[in-house]
């Protein structure tokens, strides 16, 4: 479900921002999502009664209450090619909301389509609504970065018998890895990446031991989000394609519909940033500005 909202959210505000709609229309979008809570407060309730899911709340939020108290020890952001993804990010995202001209270069290097944009649209959204300072957007990515501990949760679940009752340990462990609080602190999107990752991996195995049900299309959907994160996704998604194509698929009941539903998914996401990536961007300004195609 988070990983659904963020997507939902992401595509209400990409469209905002391509129909330019201004900052009014994310505040409509907060609405809209306050509403839908309040619909489904009577299914919070059962959630909230579940002991797992409150540890694992709680787990969350104190690991995010960390995440954010580390950032008042940075003084700055530096360290060899490190030197410039920080503010490179933080011009992508005010973008979004205070438009630049198409050939605008952030950090006076790259055009708009070196990078996916998900977790830049998504922090956009929340600061057109509190102010569009660095302090800020730095809080927005820490919150948002920090969702990687679910799906770890999940796969917990896993590598251990016990490991859905652990939570607050493994909290812990997250918040003692440097490749966890690193990743969390600096305002990138390697670890909104991995939340997409991990999270489409855990239901890719569901769906392979529960064949038949909805589980491997929601899978593929969750890494096209993270390919609209960071391109470092493109990797898990084909190995991922290919052992479904050549093992999987043919286990299907219906493998037209199968097949239909998981590349369907995945590339309906892929088409809002990219269709008007092409329609604005053109080809060469789409695949080739990136900075892995750059350097090839």
């Known amino acids: 479900s988070v990983g659904v909202s963020l997507i939902l959210v992401f595509a209400a505000a990409f469209l905002g921002f391509v129909l330019g709609l201004g900052p009014w229309f994310n505040f409509i979008v907060t609405i809209a999502c306050g509403a839908a809570l309040v619909a489904s407060w009577r299914d919070v309730q059962v959630l909230w009664r579940q002991p797992r899911v409150r540890a694992l709340v709680w787990a969350l939020l104190g690991l995010q209450v960390w995440m954010v108290g580390t950032l008042l020890l940075i003084r700055h952001y530096s360290g060899g090619d490190s030197c410039c993804d920080w503010v490179e990010h933080y011009q992508r995202t005010t973008h979004f909301i205070e438009p630049r001209p198409d050939d605008f270069l952030f950090i006076d290097r790259y055009l708009l389509t070196a990078r996916p944009p998900l977790q ?114 493109v990797p898990y998604a084909l190995a991922l394609g290919l052992h479904y194509l050549f093992v999987l698929w043919r286990r299907q009941p219906r493998r037209v519909g199968a097949v239909l539903a998981v590349v369907g998914l995945p590339a309906l996401l892929l088409l809002t940033w990219f269709g008007w990536s092409l329609g604005t961007f053109g080809v060469e300004g789409t695949f080739l500005a990136n900075s892995t195609a750059e350097g090839f």
């Open 120 to 233: 830049n649209v998504v922090a956009a959204h929340v600061l057109s609504q509190t102010g569009i300072s660095f302090a800020a957007y730095q809080v927005v990515f820490a919150l948002t970065s920090a969702l990687m501990f679910l799906p770890v949760a999940l796969m917990a679940r896993l590598s251990a018998r016990r490991g859905f009752s652990r939570f607050g340990l493994l909290a812990i462990v997250c918040a003692a890895n440097p490749m966890f609080f690193v990743n969390t602190t600096y305002p990138w999107t390697k670890a909104l990446t991995v939340f997409f990752v991990v999270l489409g991996l855990w239901c890719y195995l569901r769906g392979w031991r529960k064949p038949g049900r909805f589980y491997l299309p929601v899978a593929f959907l969750f890494l096209g989000a993270g390919i609209l994160v960071h391109y470092s996704a």
